[in-house]
């Protein structure tokens, strides 16, 4: 069964910084994309940025230049640095892979149970 361990959210004043992981734990083949998603009250959720394999990164454009994603694909563990935080990126934070349970099975996404970020004076 693949599930996640999220950590790093919480409460930050205007401008300051947190830095989200999430780490897959148990039975997995491979993993393809990793990334994070987002969805504030009364909001669709919406893609805030992903990583490949390969490390190409791509970002929602809020979010450029204040956000980088990475990952370590030893640990299975993808990272959120996130800088210059405002009002607006309060969400909870969904974690998210692409992946393959077995060998033989088709790809699908997984997803992390959120972990909540709050930015308020």
């Known amino acids: 069964q693949v599930q996640f361990v999220e950590s790093g959210g919480g409460l930050v004043q205007p401008g300051g910084s947190l830095r989200l992981s999430c780490a897959v734990t148990g039975v997995i083949f491979s993993i393809y994309d990793m990334g994070w998603h987002r969805q504030a009250p009364g909001k669709q959720r919406e893609l805030v940025a992903s990583v490949t394999v390969a490390e190409r990164t791509n970002y929602t454009d809020s979010v450029k230049g204040r956000f980088t994603i990475s990952r370590d694909n030893a640990k299975k563990t993808v990272y959120l640095q996130m800088n210059s935080l405002k009002l607006e990126d309060t969400a909870v934070y969904y974690c998210?892979?692409?992946?393959?349970?077995?060998?033989?099975?088709?790809?699908?996404?997984?997803w992390g149970q959120g972990t909540q970020v709050t930015v308020s004076s």
């Open positions: 998210y892979c692409n992946a393959r349970y077995g060998p033989s099975s088709s790809p699908r996404s997984y």
